[in-house]
């Protein structure tokens, strides 16, 4: 079971497939964009806690990444024990660690000995409560929608810089354009921020990759008595042969051709 939810802030995806057959787990992952005084801030991958934050009812979700399919942390009498021993025996760090909440007398029953056996017992009493939150999650899962995007009718086209690209990324991502963050050339779509470029744009960003890329790691590495004849044009000519992609396209070396649906206009897109 894997599934995909698309919200204005955040793409985040669910799955309890692991890495296989023989080793199933969960794992709830994504991307997303924060808004701060330094522009936009992307994450990506484990960040559940964030995703949490923005929408309250995956925090359920989030207690299960890479939990097993009955709903048990990680080697969870080890790494329990661990974490309590390390908190000077606090059973804080024993809830903490499970994602669940001890009753009283095992929190007494556990403070009182220490002892890691005594956790072991006071583990196998807490299962039925795992079990119940992996019941939950998938009730969960199965009764929100993919989509939770929200239009913004306060956000018009007029209140972008540069409103042919957002349109243009809208379209290719099947977002609204009120769901989309503007900062100088980055775009961010429902958690996943993009260079998006005109063909003049991109192949001026291209070359000043090659020229930084040159400067810092090519020509520094030359011997001072060879630097001026090492030809810098026709290593640029060799290094296009990968494509603009390859330099631009940061998370994955891809281009994307978007169109703006209006006016026919193409751009590119490339994944930061």
């Known amino acids: 079971m894997k599934k995909i939810f698309r919200h204005n802030d955040f793409t985040a995806e669910f799955s309890d497939e692991g890495t296989g057959p023989e080793n199933r787990y969960f794992s709830f ?36 990444h890479l939990c097993s399919l009955e709903g048990k942390p990680m080697h969870a009498l080890e790494n329990g024990f661990y974490h309590f021993k390390e908190a000077n025996f606090d059973t804080a760090a024993l809830e903490k660690y499970w994602k669940v909440s001890l009753t009283d007398d095992q929190k007494k029953r556990i ?10 017992f006071v583990m196998e009493e807490i299962r039925p409560l795992w079990k119940a939150k992996v019941k939950a999650a998938r009730k969960l899962i199965a009764s929100t929608p993919s989509n939770l995007t929200e239009i913004d009718e306060t956000i018009s086209l007029e209140d972008f810089d540069e409103p042919k690209k957002v349109r243009a990324l809208a379209a ?6 009120s769901a989309i963050a503007e900062d100088e050339d980055r775009y961010t779509v429902e958690g996943i ?59 994955d070396g891809d281009e994307h051709e978007i169109t703006d649906p209006e006016t026919g206009e193409m751009f590119f897109a490339y994944r930061q």
């Open 172 to 177: 290719w991502a099947d977002a609204h354009f």
């Open 29 to 64: 992952t994504g991307d997303m964009v924060e808004i701060s005084q330094r522009g936009i801030l992307s994450g990506s991958c484990a960040i559940g806690d964030k995703i949490a934050a923005v929408y309250p009812p995956f925090q359920i979700l989030d207690d299960l």
């Open 193 to 251: 921020t993009y260079q998006v470029l005109t063909d003049d744009e991109a192949d001026k960003a291209q070359d000043e990759e090659f020229d930084n890329y040159f400067d810092e790691c090519v020509l520094s590495e030359l011997p001072e008595n060879m630097k001026k004849y090492f030809d810098r044009n026709a290593w640029k000519k060799d290094a296009e042969v990968d494509g603009r992609g390859h330099s631009l396209g940061r998370y």
């Open 111 to 120: 403070a009182d000995g220490n002892l890691k056996q005594v956790v072991a």
